[in-house]
């Protein structure tokens, strides 16, 4: 029988480029499809981490082909160019990934703050679908234990880390007198919202507009913060007033193109969006400058490189917790197994002339303990080695350790 392991299956940002990733992406529509599908096909850990940065699947499988299959399916990408920029992880490996981008160590810009509660989603969207069984729960418990500490216990995620804030630092770096300018965003997703946020914090603009498809979001917005919210219908006259333009939108296919910009003055337009919402040829007419989130990522500035300096503690932090969470995989791998193989010593006949309880009944439970500590010990020990001589004493002593 083919043994089942750990994989993570994706496409990122360290490989892929912006338009790339854009193809690998996954809407709501087709998440809800691939995750019917994943139901479909018997899995039973099985979660989605899917961001601008990455989509990955990852779980417990003994077919890692089935997650690049369903990723293909179920995305505009296919298996050439996945072959070509993706990647495939496996066991202690691909466990030490997810620990890394579940902590921000693995983010565009280092110490994202953001992608934590990408993985808590993706863990309960898992759940809710019945794809989650007690060893992923522990596994992700284990990384939002591990973010926690990192936060806590280093600097890696000081200030504010996120596309977001890379965006408004951006803007404040580039763009004078911006408590006075125009602003426009459009989308209101979590990185819009997030960024609608940080804007209001650090530029002191007290007439930023809003607009969203659902005029609903952009009106929730408008009340909880001082944005004004405007119709979708009023998209083509704000843009020809604004001095920034930020998009954040959830669309498939770019939004913003040439026909929707008529302005005669500077414009500076960020897209946050993946995939892109804002045609390239934009970034062509005069006046306008486009960047778009990589770009945005790229930057850096003393705050980010400062968080250099705190990785060696946040990787001692998520060392010691993958080290625990192994610790306890392999225990829950192997402590049926330890069961059987104690009480065969006590009372077993196969493998044994004599069972410990008739040779030595005094001894019996002290030398059954003593041996099977042993066992446990190179166990906890060689966690490489847990399925071989896992299998080996099953073998040897034709252990039954259901």
Known sequence: MQQEN????????????????????????????????????????????????????????TQPEIFITLLCTHT??????????????????????????????????????????????????????????????????????????????????????????????????????????????????KIGRNTCENLIKHTQNDHIVVINRTPEKAEKMAAKIPVKAKPYSALASEIRKADVLIVATGATQPTIVKDLIHTSKPLLILDLSLPRNVHPTVGAMDGITLLHLDELSQMTDATLKNRSKHIPKAEAILSETLHEYLEWLAHREFAPTLKAFKEKLMHGQNGFAKPLDKAAPEAAPYVAQKLTGQVAAYLKENPAKVKETIHLLEAIFQLNNE
């Open 6 to 61: 750990f994989y993570v299956v994706g496409i990122s940002y360290k490989n892929a480029d912006v338009d790339t990733r854009g193809m690998f992406s996954l809407r709501s529509e087709s998440l809800h499809a691939l995750m019917d599908d994943a139901k479909k096909q018997a899995l039973q850990d099985f979660l989605v981490i899917n961001t601008c940065n990455r989509t990955e699947l990852l779980g417990w499988t």
């Open 76 to 189: 505009k990408g296919d298996p050439a160019t996945f072959k070509r920029l993706g990647y495939v992880l496996e066991k202690e490996q691909a466990l030490n990934h997810v620990f890394r981008v579940g902590t921000g160590l693995d983010s565009q810009i280092l110490g994202d703050f953001e992608i934590i509660a990408q993985v808590k989603k993706g863990f309960f969207r898992s759940k809710r679908a019945g794809l989650i069984s007690n060893r992923s729960e522990h596994l992700i418990n284990a990384v939002i234990k591990t973010s926690k500490r990192i936060k806590t216990e280093t600097e890696i995620s000081s200030g504010a880390t996120s596309v977001s804030f890379a965006s408004v630092q951006y803007i404040l770096q580039h763009v004078s007198d911006i408590s006075q300018k125009n602003i426009l965003l459009f989308g209101m997703g």
